[in-house]
């Protein structure tokens, strides 16, 4: 099976990098951080406090997710609900991050994206795939950008998905907490691999980017 992974801090473009490149490429595209938001958004739903550790043990012991994947899309099931269109808030990016930290969970979920890559072509996207998660991908691609070009992007995105009361200024916010969170973290933080090739996609439109992340992983197979 082969094996992209594509890391980077929030906003740097990786789930739309990653996967505009796995539908080029005829690949599974696979967003973990989509897992760690799905436990985020039950803990919130469910008044759990995430710094509780022993809570969101329990919680994680009573927790099933699910991915499926439809035409090479990822939809993500908790406790057999589709929550893909309900995860994607400042709110629960920030309780993902939190509860990440967490190395219960993370041993869980990694363990389900080791098994997936294990029976599919895959590009896989999160904070540590290429150094913890699958450390033998064949391609690992590091996405960076300027935290302000960053919150940017997250913040348009955010307009487009229709949310409320969100101002610029609160996303750069969360995002720096995010980042500090993701590379502070004492289980796999956020890291570019050393073998890892870094981009910047600071001033690049979509397709520029989505070009460059393609003759890499080309270059690596052609």
Not at 95 to 116: E, F, P
Not at 148 to 165: H, I, P, Q, S, T
């Amino acid at each position: 099976m082969k094996k992209i992974a594509i890391d980077g801090p929030s906003g740097a473009g990786k789930s739309t990098m990653a996967k505009l490149a796995a539908r080029e490429l005829g690949f599974t595209y696979v967003d973990t951080g989509a897992m760690y938001r799905a436990l985020g958004f039950k803990a919130l739903e469910n008044n759990i406090e995430i710094s509780d550790a022993d809570a969101v043990c329990k919680m994680l012991s009573n927790t099933e997710i699910e991915l499926k994947f439809e035409d090479g899309a990822q939809r993500i099931f908790t406790d057999g609900a589709d929550v893909s269109d309900r995860i994607r808030t400042p709110e629960v990016s920030l309780a993902a991050s939190d509860i990440s930290a967490l190395a219960a969970v993370r041993l869980k979920m990694v363990d389900m994206q080791r098994r997936i890559a294990n029976t599919r072509d895959v590009v896989m996207d999160g904070r540590d795939i290429g150094t913890y998660v699958l450390p033998d991908a064949d391609v690992k691609i590091f996405l960076t950008a300027d935290i302000d070009e960053r919150a940017c992007r997250r913040y348009n995105e955010l307009k487009e998905r229709g949310a409320a009361g969100v101002s610029l200024e609160d996303v750069r916010a969360d995002m720096e907490r995010r980042d500090k969170n993701d590379s502070t973290r004492e289980m796999a933080p956020l890291a570019a691999a050393s073998d890892a090739i870094v981009l910047d996609t600071t001033g690049n439109e979509i397709p520029q980017s989505v070009e460059l992340v393609l003759n890499i992983i080309k270059g690596k197979f052609h």
